[in-house]
Structure formats: structure tokens, C-alpha cells
């Protein structure tokens, strides 16, 4: 039961792994399955709520944006945190899953007919040179033939030549649009960047962090509870900014007090990409919630009802992320070793 779902949410986990963006993973997906899983029995509330809340993975499964970001201004390593966010990108999709299994028992949705071995062949045929990405970036990545940036490149040209000459899905004519669109969202990423940055310089230079840092340890706090206080500011941060900006302006100030806690640095990392996950997927500038608005047709008060009963999933998954650090820790520690 559920089936069609289920496997929704799967092909949002593979879609994250080749994007790195929850928006894109709920275009990309939704535009595609909602409509499908409408026509198979779904209420159409039921479907946005799984994909807007599924689309957040694009965040946590690597590569991710928000990671590179992170690393960017805490200078940890890339490769670290993105084996760190293997395990709960697979753990969080497992509890969707779940959540819409016990859930559609309730629909009593048919499950749509089987499809031939034929029909599989030529569904993995037409899709091959698609999930070829997916090789090249996570292939090229843990395999250190290229750095994340270089991925990004190398899959662009790629993504460009089957776009262009195999799948003609893009015109010619159309690339001159899509460059300057391109052009657009890097510059004004830069911006962000590049202030984000000199605040960073500037909390560094007057020893802000450290001075904090020093007042939380005078004050007695444990590790588990500056973690919550981390989860509360970020929660509540997630509301109104937009996970980039969230990371550059808090990692700075959060990642010194951290070290001086013993948190390893990696775990605050994925604990701060778990949160924004949520703010995502939360009112008043919740990217998934516009996104999917647009996707469905539906109003933003009706995605927003939608979306939310499956936020208790995602904060039960913050909590499990929080206070089990082996989740994020175990699979870095084996390949690179500990680094705190």
C-alpha cells in the first residue's frame, strides 16, 4: 500500500544526490509524480504534503549546497560532511516512508497495475543518460577525481549536452536565457557570500564567538543543552530566512563554541542542514511550500496544511540527529577517522 508514494519519495532521495537543493528536488519530482499519484486515488493535499516535505532531502542527502556552504565558512571538510549526511539522508527517507505507509492504509488507495519487464526496460533506457549523472558527481566526488565545484562543472557541461542533443528538452535558441538566468542566481548568491563573509571576518577579528563560548562554559551549559538552544534559534530563524543566509550568518558564531564544548564541528554541521530542513517546509517563507504552490495550482494556506502534519516526522528525525551523534558520525569516522 502506498506504493506510488513510497516510490515518490524514492526518486526525490535520487534526485537529491544529483541536485543538492530541496526547490529543485520539488520541481523536478512533484511536477512529475503529484499529478500521477492524483489520478491513482490520492487526495491532491496528500500528495503535496509528501513531496514538499520529501523535497527537503535535497539538503541533507550529498552533495548538497547548504553542506558546501557550511564547510565554506567553518573550513571543514567537504568530503566529511557529506559522508555524514549519507546515514540520515537514508534514515529520514526510510520514516517518510513509513509515515505514508501506515498513512495510505487509511486512503485505501489502489495500488496502480503492475508494469511489464518490457515497460522497466524502456523506462531505465530513457532515463539511463539521467542517472548516469548521478554516477558522475557521486563517482567523481568520494572516488577524489574532482572537488565538489569541479562536479558542479563537469555536470553542468554534461546536463548541457544531453539537454541540448539527446533528450532535446533544450532548444538553442533558449541557452542565451538560461545563461543569463544562471548569471542572476550566482551573482546574487555572491553577494550573500561575499557579506556573509566579512561578518564572519568581523565576529573573528573582535572575538565575539570566543567570548560567548567563554560566558557558556562559565555559565555551566552542557553540550545537550546548547544544542537545544542551537535547534530553538534555528527553528525559529528557518521561519524567516532563507537557509543560505541562516548558515552564513550563525555557523560563524555557533561552530567556536561548539569546539569548545567538544561537539564535533560535522555534527553541528548536519544538525544545522536537519533545521533548515524544516524551516523549508514551514510558514511564512517556507521555499518548499511556494515551490510547491506552484507545482499543484493550490493556494499557499492549502500546501501549508498539507505540509504540516508531516513536520512531526521531521522534528522526531532533529531530535534522533540531535542526541545520537552516531548517526551522523559513524560513517565519517570509518573513512576518515575522528576528528575531534
Known amino acids: 500500500r502506498g506504493g506510488l508514494a513510497i516510490a515518490s519519495i524514492l526518486a526525490c532521495m535520487l534526485f537529491a544526490a544529483v541536485s543538492g537543493s530541496s526547490p529543485a528536488t ?13 489520478k491513482n486515488g490520492y487526495p491532491k493535499e496528500f500528495a503535496a504534503g509528501v513531496i514538499c516535505n520529501a523535497g527537503t532531502l535535497g539538503i541533507l542527502i550529498p552533495p548538497s549546497i547548504v553542506m558546501v556552504v557550511y564547510c565554506a565558512v567553518t573550513e571543514e571538510s567537504v568530503g ?10 537514508l534514515l529520514l527517507g526510510l520514516m517518510l516512508m513509513f509515515a505514508v505507509w501506515w498513512r495510505a492504509g487509511k486512503l485505501k488507495v489502489k495500488p496502480p497495475p503492475k508494469a511489464s519487464a518490457t515497460e522497466v526496460l524502456v523506462a531505465f533506457k530513457d532515463s539511463m543518460w539521467g542517472l548516469a549523472l548521478l554516477v558522475i558527481i557521486m563517482g567523481g566526488i568520494y572516488g577524489g577525481i574532482f572537488t565538489p565545484t569541479e562536479a558542479a562543472a563537469v555536470s553542468a557541461v554534461y546536463a548541457l549536452v544531453v539537454a541540448v542533443f539527446i533528450y532535446r528538452d533544450l532548444r538553442m535558441k533558449q541557452l542565451p536565457h538560461v ?20 561578518f564572519a571576518h568581523v565576529l573573528t577579528t573582535e572575538r565575539i564567538p570566543q567570548t560567548i ?26 521561519n524567516f530566512m532563507e537557509p543560505t543566509g541562516i548558515i552564513l550568518i550563525l555557523a560563524p ?53 498539507a505540509a504540516l502534519p508531516w513536520l512531526m516526522v521531521l522534528l522526531t528525525f532533529l531530535v534522533m540527529v540531535t542526541y545520537i551523534p552516531a548517526i551522523t558520525l559513524t560513517l565519517p569516522d570509518m573513512i576518515f577517522g575522528k576528528s575531534l
Open 26 to 38: 520539488v520541481v523536478a519530482i512533484g511536477s512529475i509524480v503529484i499529478a500521477g499519484m492524483v
Open 80 to 89: 566529511r560532511i557529506f559522508m555524514a549526511g549519507v546515514i540520515p539522508g
Open 179 to 198: 545563461f543569463l538566468d544562471a548569471a542572476r542566481t550566482t551573482v546574487m548568491l555572491m553577494f550573500i557570500v561575499g557579506n556573509a563573509l566579512l
Open 213 to 238: 563560548a567563554e560566558q557558556i562554559v562559565g555559565m555551566g551549559m552542557t553540550p545537550w543543552m546548547f544544542l537545544l538552544v542551537v535547534n530553538i534559534i534555528l527553528l525559529v530563524a528557518g
Open 253 to 305: 558564531i555557533f561552530f567556536p563554541i561548539s569546539k569548545q564544548l567538544g561537539i564535533d564541528p560535522i555534527h553541528l554541521g548536519v544538525l544545522m542542514v536537519v533545521n533548515m530542513e524544516i524551516g523549508m517546509v514551514t510558514p511564512p517563507v517556507g521555499l518548499n511550500l511556494f515551490v510547491t504552490s506552484g507545482v499543484t495550482g493550490m493556494n499557499l494556506v492549502q500546501v501549508t496544511r
